[in-house]
């Protein structure tokens, strides 16, 4: 779906910063899902450290020069995927392990005190933070926008139109059910809406039929659809 000017003789470097751009919206989606799914620890993958072993890969294979603009797209789509179907592979044990630290924050809630803090250091007894003067700093909840991806997924569902999409339910209803797709089903969906392939693009990368690619797609848009009326 992205089009680049396909210009052979287009400077090598240039041509290959302009291509990373575009990897940067897909490479933090598949990160943020595996880190909301349980595969990644959190911070401990970053989208640049990623993409630039894939511009590494690319270099290292002289492709920068020997492909033009829209060649060369594609194949760092398909090294970067490639790495990330790796990840989530390598790391999905870290889905069935036990995390000491959740362990630990569990039995230090339950020997909890019924006294906190205030700023003075002296303790408060928890019942008396219901005064309201211990409220008053405290702001409202925070509403969580949407990231990118969230709005990529609000157009692709056509939602961005709708006045009344912009309720804190529909957008919570949203992110619960896009962050409930199989892995390789967002995968595809990341694809298509940050990745900006098209049909044909994602099934030359994760070598299925265009047909496939374009059931899948729409399943999941009607399938969210569904779930938001």
């Known amino acids: 779906m992205t089009s680049l000017k396909s210009n052979s003789s287009q400077n090598p470097e240039k041509k290959t910063l302009t291509i990373v751009h575009l990897l940067h919206p897909y490479s933090k989606q598949r990160i943020r899902v595996g880190e909301r799914l349980g595969y990644f620890p959190r911070n401990m993958y970053k989208s640049s450290e ?13 492709l920068h020069k020997s492909k033009d603009a829209e060649e060369l797209r594609m194949a760092m789509f398909a090294f970067l995927n490639t790495r990330m ?3 989530f592979k ?16 569990e039995e230090l809630k339950q020997l909890e005190e019924n006294f906190t803090s205030d700023a003075g250091n002296d303790l ?9 003067s211990y409220h008053q700093q405290n702001g409202g909840p925070k509403e969580l926008p949407y990231d990118e991806s969230e709005e990529g997924v609000k157009t692709f569902l056509g939602l961005d ?6 309720e804190k339910s529909d957008r919570n209803a949203l992110r619960k059910v896009y962050y ?7 995968n595809i969906v990341d694809l298509y809406i940050l990745g900006k392939l098209s049909f044909h693009e994602i099934a030359s990368i994760l070598n299925m039929e265009v047909s496939e690619v374009k059931e899948i797609v729409n399943s999941v848009r009607e ?4 779930q938001l009326e």
Do not use: C, R
């Open 90 to 105: 390598s790391e999905a044990w870290h889905k069935d392990s036990i995390s000491t630290k959740l362990i630990l924050e």
């Open 85 to 87: 179907s790796a990840l």
């Open 124 to 132: 408060i007894m928890n019942e008396d933070l219901d005064d309201i």
């Open 180 to 186: 409930k797709l199989p892995v390789n089903t967002s």
């Open 223 to 226: 399938t969210i659809k569904n």
């Open 50 to 62: 990623i993409i630039d072993e894939v511009v590494l890969e690319v270099y290292e294979k002289g």
């Open 161 to 166: 139109q709708i006045k009344t999409f912009q």
